[in-house]
């Protein structure tokens, strides 16, 4: 059974992968019908718990999730620099989220409940 992986541009769409987070608050700040885009509260939560850690536990407002956003980016200087496409990854959510999950939002602490330990044997090749 092929188990089929999100790719990041599906998931941050209309959010573009190779961005840094500077790109992403001047997009969001050039327009601000972009504040109250419900359309993006689903990627910009992704990119939220990627930055903070820590996931809502009701869905905020776009205005909300942006806000969290830029006090990320506030108390992390360095961050500003960080493109999407790598902050991604090391957070575990891409290679670990299944497509099926509902809400991209919980998908790092749901992936994390599935993924599977490997326990440690004693003895393992003792004959």
């Known amino acids: 059974m092929t188990t089929l992986i999100p790719r990041l541009d599906e998931v941050l769409a209309p959010i573009i992968a190779d961005w840094t987070i500077r790109d992403l608050l001047e997009w969001l700040g050039a327009d601000d ?49 960080m493109r999407l496409d790598d902050l991604l990854p090391r957070a575990g959510w891409i290679r670990n989220a299944a497509p099926d999950d509902d809400s991209a939002a919980f998908s790092i602490h749901a992936a994390e409940r599935r993924r599977e330990r490997v326990p440690q044997f004693a003895g393992v090749g003792a004959g």
């Open 33 to 81: 019908s972009r504040m109250h885009d419900s359309a993006l509260t689903r990627p910009l939560l992704v990119i939220d718990a990627a930055l903070t850690g820590s996931t809502w536990e009701r869905e905020p407002s776009t205005v909300a999730v942006i806000r969290s956003i830029a006090s990320a980016v506030q108390t992390s200087p360095r961050s500003r620099n």
